[in-house]
């Protein structure tokens, strides 16, 4: 996003990591990007059955999500020489282990899901009484 290979190689000042981490946290805790990684975590996919089993995704919003996530190495597109070629999307190995990740994220939320519940209509309730 406006860091190139050549700048990621060496890192000079701590504010630059810290912006090319923050670039890649905006990736990966993106909506699309994270139903995209399990959706893949099934195995490899072609476009359309992506976009099929992602309720509300565009055509350009999942090119776009599969792009970036081949351009940081989470995502490898195939091109099978077939007629017409067929493309099929997976997971790399840093993806897969993104996928451990998002899957503990997610196991975490269900997990507190009821104590979140709560304290967002509890400061609901404090925030309509003060205003």
Known sequence: MGTTADESAHWHTAQERAVFVRDILDRIGDKWSVIVICRLGTGSHRFNELRRASDGITQRMLSSTLRALERDGIVTRTVHPTVPPRVEYALT?????????????????DQHADVIRAARADCDRRTRVTA
Do not use: F, I, P, S
């Open 93 to 109: 190995e840093t993806g897969r282990t993104l996928l451990d990740v998002v899957k503990a994220l997610a196991r975490w939320t």
